[in-house]
């Protein structure tokens, strides 16, 4: 499980970003994690709550948006969807290798709270 | 209290070790050593695949090997049977390499006397798969003692690797290992991913497997030539 990795490079680049952006308390983190990232969003989401103690993000609540797999299909000349991990066109049923999107692991934006100070 | 002000960020949480990863690939590509990953589950024979291919490569190329492991350096101790440089990363309770530990392994090394640096990650299917360490090659065994499903159980290492190789091809049969079964479930998370077979027991399929790395350096010397 390297969630709690994956959690604690988050909080490490959450800080910096609201620190960057002179803001106060973090109330809330937005992610994106894309269906072949590899993330657990439940296993983030407690990761994140338990290595968040004693941080300046301490109570910030975690919003994870869960995006699809993207393939791009040779044979219909577009973009699908996938329900799963199987990299088959739903349409045509041809095999599509190439990844669009789904692989992200991204920070995407902070709510902070400027009539609050940071913790630190 | 006034409502929160949303901050756009949009930046990949583990930038810092797609970074690091990148800047080691530089530093690989100028010394001019192609660097080749393993993973595995645990057992799946990343350590025998690695000392053969070392053992074998020794007498014609100037080799050497990181390991990743939890707690034991024993990996390292039984590829250093083969002669070559090893070096151990002892990754405590992280589950995975990352491209700041392999920085650091190789600080003082001279990557320029060497042809190939092999990197046996922890024995995990999951976490590897997350972490760029600026490898050319990223290599995923499949033992035929494992379940041919593995594909599909754990899609993500399976999609951002370079070449399956099968291994323990020796124990097929005693296995029951159905390789039409492994390859339809190779070709549902990756259509198109090479697969080898080998047995590093028999020596089957090492011949295949030594030539694919070796066109893996000639394919890196070229591209990385000046022109």
């Known amino acids: 499980m390297h969630e709690l990795s994956i959690a604690l490079s988050l909080i490490e680049l959450a800080t910096e970003r609201a620190q960057q952006a002179d803001g106060g308390r973090v109330e809330a983190v937005h992610v994106r994690i894309g269906a072949l990232a ?28 869960e995006t699809p797999i993207v393939v791009f299909c040779p044979r219909c000349q577009a973009e699908r969807t996938l329900q799963a991990p199987r990299f088959e066109c739903p349409a045509c049923g041809g095999p599509t290798p190439t990844l669009v999107r789904g692989r992200e692991l991204e920070l995407t934006a902070l709510e902070v709270q400027d009539d609050v100070p940071a913790d630190r | 209290m006034t409502s929160p002000r949303i901050v756009e960020v949009r930046q990949a949480i583990l930038s810092k070790n797609d970074l690091a990863a990148r800047e080691q690939r530089q530093v690989f590509r100028d010394a001019g050593v192609c660097v080749v990953s393993l993973v595995s589950s645990p057992g799946a ?8 291919t070392l053992r074998r490569l020794t007498p014609r190329y100037r080799v050497a090997a990181l390991v990743g492991d939890l707690a034991t350096d024993h990996d390292a101790v039984r590829l250093r049977e083969s002669g070559a440089p090893v070096r151990q990363i002892t990754t405590g309770t992280v589950c995975h390499l990352d491209a700041e530990m392999v920085r650091r392994a190789l600080a003082d090394w001279d990557l320029g006397a060497l042809e190939f640096l092999f990197i046996e990650n922890v024995g995990n299917l999951v976490c590897p798969a997350s972490y ?42 005693a296995a029951g290992y159905d390789d039409a ?13 090479d697969v080898l077979r080998v047995s590093v027991r028999s020596g089957a399929g090492m011949t295949d497997w030594l030539d694919r790395l070796v066109s893996a350096r000639a394919r890196k010397r070229v591209a990385s030539s000046p022109v």
């Open chain 1, 38 to 65: 590899g993330v657990e969003a439940d296993a983030l989401r407690f990761s994140f709550e338990v290595a968040c103690r004693d941080t300046p993000l301490e109570g910030a609540r975690l919003i994870i948006e």
């Open chain 2, 132 to 173: 760029d360490l600026g490898e050319d090659l990223r290599v995923v065994l499949l033992s035929v003692t494992e379940g041919e499903d593995k594909p599909e159980k754990y899609p993500t290492i399976f999609a951002t690797s370079d070449l399956v190789v099968v291994t323990k091809l020796d124990l097929a049969a």
């Open chain 2, 45 to 52: 024979g990343k350590t025998a695949l690695l000392g053969e």
């Open chain 2, 181 to 193: 079964l492994a390859r339809r479930a190779l070709e549902a998370v990756r259509p198109g991913l």
